[in-house]
Nanobody, 122 residues
């Protein structure tokens, strides 16, 4: 059974930094693309970033490019999201995601975690 457990959220001032972690109980973790999504209050969930199974390739939403960095530790089955120069519009619940098909960067998400809340104060 897949479990994705996010941590690291909280209150942060605009311009500050926060690091999110996702502990993944995923069989063959090192064969799947992993990602982060977020949902702001009153809005739909949106893509933030994803990283290939080896960690060699990463992709970002335009709104976070240059400020956020996704990484992974396949030995520890963990995915990270380093958020720098945060803005009030980055406020939301951040969800870790496991993509469905191994060895493919694109395609559907199979599982989401329960999320961790990040609140950016101005």
């Amino acid at each position: 059974q897949v479990q994705l457990v996010e941590s690291g959220g909280g209150l942060v001032q605009a311009g500050g930094s926060v690091r999110l972690s996702c502990a993944a109980s995923v069989n063959r973790f090192n064969k799947f693309t992993m990602g982060w999504f977020r949902q702001a209050p009153g809005k739909e969930r949106e893509f933030v970033a994803k990283i290939s199974w080896t960690g060699d390739n990463s992709y970002y939403a335009d709104s976070v490019k240059g400020r956020f960095t996704i990484s992974r530790d396949n030995g520890a089955n963990t995915v990270f999201l380093e958020m720098n120069s945060v803005k009030p519009e980055d406020t939301g619940t951040y969800y870790c995601a496991k993509y469905k098909v191994s060895y493919i960067v694109n395609g559907p998400v199979e599982y989401y975690g329960k999320g961790t809340l990040v609140t950016v104060s101005s």
